[in-house]
């Protein structure tokens, strides 16, 4: 019986998502550890979905760039991820928001967007909202598509 090609066992093995160090865009600084310990959260939760089929990457040096230089195009290429999540925490009207981005990286397509509000300016909730919003994208996305 003969070894399947490398070809085929990349094929066939997970999907890798990355998740992209999230960034706190309130001016804020008491929000910076919050913000940056929110992408580990994610990455943490996400690899207890599914192994077999989800390979979650949040360490990789591409992931930890700043919005500013972040280039979405070289983190498919150095990771070989299909997907990748960003985050943003901002100041609005009401309070603070954050916005949740799910984009499939081989066309830069947002699959998922979300804003996700937290009145009175508090951050209350915003790890469990944060966490269940990129978990529902990935089980959607990822675990749910049907097959190519």
Same mark, same amino acid.
């Given at each position: ?5 490398? @070809? @085929? ?21 008491e ?13 943490a939760?996400?690899?207890e ?12 040096? %591409?992931?930890? @760039? ?6 979405l ?6 990771l ?6 960003? !985050? @943003?925490?901002?100041? !609005? ?9 799910? %984009? ?12 996700l509000?937290?009145p ?5 909730g ?23």
């Open positions: 019986m003969s070894q399947p090609s490398t @070809q @085929q066992v990349v094929a066939q093995g997970p999907t890798i998502v990355g998740v992209s160090i999230f960034d706190n865009e309130t001016g804020l600084a929000h910076d550890r919050l913000v940056a310990g929110l992408s580990d959260l994610v990455v939760r996400l690899t979905l599914d192994r077999a089929h989800v390979a979650v990457i949040g360490n990789a040096t %591409i992931l930890r @760039q700043p919005r500013n230089i972040r280039n195009k070289a983190v498919a290429a150095s070989n991820a299909e997907y990748v999540l960003l !985050g @943003q925490l901002q100041k !609005g009207e009401t309070g603070l928001r954050f916005i949740t981005h799910f %984009i499939r990286l081989r066309d830069e397509t947002h699959l998922r967007a979300n804003r509000v937290m009175g300016g508090g951050v209350d915003l790890e469990a909202a944060v966490v269940e919003e990129f978990e529902r994208a990935v089980r959607e996305h990822v675990l749910n598509r049907p097959a190519n």
